[in-house]
């Protein structure tokens, strides 16, 4: 009977099974695999808990963008608001001294008027002085050249003119 069932195993693989399953309990209290399946249960629930942690934060953090992206629009139009009130000044300024500048200039420039008109009077003047003189001095030759008398008398009031003068 004994060896029947020696021969049964032999001839199956009960015998294998056996070994098989002895090698694995073996393993499994040698290796301490509970301990390690817990340890690897604990590692697990530590990265569930640090998933909820970052989690949370990370809902905080979006709480807060969102927070700030609702006051966004309303800082952007105040920024818009002053944008407009300072380039509104920007331009009244410019304005103001382009019409400071032009002002200058039509003074200046009828300042310059004025300075040609007196320059051109004094060209007039002085061309007619010249002419007044020419014509004076055109009038008395032809007056000396008619009358040689008072050719005489102009030569003698000359040299009397200059006697008088005293010469050091």
């Given at each position: 009977m004994y060896e029947a069932i020696a021969d049964y195993i032999a001839r199956t693989n009960l015998f294998?099974?056996?070994i098989f399953a002895g090698i694995i309990t073996y393993l499994v209290i040698k290796l301490n695999v509970k301990e390690?399946?817990?340890?690897?249960?604990?590692?697990?629930?530590?990265?569930?808990?640090d998933s909820d942690a970052a989690k949370k934060e990370s809902e905080e953090n979006l709480q807060s963008i969102k927070?700030?992206?609702?006051?966004?629009?309303?800082?952007?139009?105040q920024i818009v608001k002053e944008s407009e009130?300072?380039?509104?000044?920007?331009?009244?300024?410019?304005?103001?001294?382009?019409?400071?500048?032009?002002?200058?200039i039509?003074?200046?420039?009828?300042?310059?008027?004025?300075?040609?008109?007196?320059?051109?009077?004094?060209?007039?003047?002085?061309?007619?002085?010249?002419?007044?003189?020419?014509?004076?001095?055109?009038?008395?030759?032809?007056?000396?050249?008619s009358n040689a008398d008072l050719h005489n008398k102009f030569i003698e009031e000359s040299i009397e003119a200059i006697n008088g003068v005293d010469i050091k």
């Open positions: 294998n099974f056996i390690g399946l817990e340890k690897g249960k604990e590692a697990v629930s530590e990265h569930i808990e927070d700030k992206i609702e006051n966004l629009e309303s800082e952007i139009d009130n300072n380039a509104k000044i920007v331009g009244e300024k410019i304005i103001s001294d382009a019409n400071k500048t032009a002002e200058n039509k003074n200046n420039s009828l300042k310059i008027i004025d300075n040609k008109t007196a320059l051109l009077r004094n060209d007039i003047m002085k061309r007619a002085s010249l002419a007044s003189v020419e014509v004076a001095k055109n009038h008395i030759i032809n007056e000396l050249n």
